[in-house]
């Protein structure tokens, strides 16, 4: 059933949005698995007074493939409530096929949701002409705008820039999220803008994330921006300067955190980071395990290197 809750007053412009900062936020869990209803509204304001311009939920940082639907209302509801309007909640419909994606699309436009993130159909193989109707049979049911997602790593398809050309004629498609970590395709979709100028081009690649801003791209999805979204908002802003050695030296320290992902599963240690700072507790979707101790060790000593004032390792801040 549609929400008969009163949609907040719209305080942004796609144009303005999809030319920063939109972390896919992570979805805190708690023990239950259910929701922590008290950690997201933190979290959001964390995100957005990091100077982030949206927000992307139930994505990969997000586990919307494996939240059921109940958790995913709750995580686009909750969201949507704490935004309140100033940036858009873009949600993801990451599902294997076009009938589990549109069940997903039409919930998250219920809950409220501004946007929808999708991706290519996964499990079995699908090329380009099956990604088109994917996308074409979601957004004939679901009268939200589309950003695409690129990551072949997680669907084991690669979405082409000749498909997102063709998709693109649709203005409904405001662009796309790319996450393959390809630079030469990511300059592919990078050239789409050339006949629609409108259409805008994210990298979710972090160790990308300067290059891509100083060679066309218009802004940045990066998991770490869920505990460190000032850094890469002030990225954002150096490149639009045209201020390279700022854009070198910020990259540099991107790439030296993300060396917290080699710690254990890549999501479980995002995880951690967050809850060093006090956004949620460092759980996972299950069968995902937290961050072992000393995971968790040396993900704080990534940290604290980079100035976070990380909590000890009895969870009271760090002195």
Request: hydrophobic residues 45%; proline residues 8%.
């Amino acid at each position: 059933m549609p929400s008969d809750r009163k949609a907040p007053v719209r305080r942004w412009s796609w144009d303005a949005a999809l030319s920063g900062v939109v972390p896919p936020m992570i979805s805190p869990l708690a023990e239950s698995q259910a929701l922590d209803a008290e950690a997201l509204p933190r979290l959001v304001e964390h995100i957005l007074d990091g100077g982030c311009s949206g927000i992307f939920v139930l994505g990969g940082c997000g586990e919307g493939a494996w939240l059921t639907p109940a958790q995913r209302a709750a995580v686009v509801q909750a969201t949507r409530a704490a935004a309140a309007g100033r940036v858009p909640v873009l949600a993801g419909v990451m599902l294997p096929g076009t009938g589990p994606a549109l069940e997903a699309a039409r919930q998250a436009a219920d809950e409220g949701a501004d946007a929808l993130v999708l991706g290519s159909p996964y499990y079995f193989p699908a090329g380009g002409d099956a990604q088109r109707r994917h996308a074409e049979g979601v957004m004939a049911a679901v009268p939200l705008p589309v950003l695409l997602y690129n990551i072949p790593q997680a669907t084991h398809q690669v979405i082409a820039p000749e498909t997102v050309s063709r998709l693109a004629e649709d203005r409904r498609i405001l662009g796309i999220k790319d996450s393959a970590g390809n630079f030469e395709a990511f300059q592919g979709f990078v050239a789409i803008k050339r006949g629609r100028p409108d259409f805008r081009v994210l990298q979710g690649n972090e160790f990308l994330a300067a290059a891509s801003l100083l060679q066309g791209g218009d802004g940045l999805v990066p998991g770490m921006a869920n505990f460190a979204p000032a850094l890469f908002a002030n990225l954002t802003r150096a490149a639009k300067a045209g201020d390279v050695p700022t854009c070198a030296r910020l990259q540099e320290q991107i790439s030296d955190l993300c060396r917290l992902h080699t710690h254990g599963h890549w999501l479980p240690a995002l995880k951690a980071a967050c809850a060093m700072l006090g956004l949620g507790n460092g759980i996972p979707s299950r069968p995902l395990l937290p961050a072992s101790d000393a995971e968790r060790q040396a993900i704080r000593q990534i940290l604290a290197r980079h100035g976070f004032q990380v909590a000890a390792p009895s969870g009271r801040p760090a002195r």
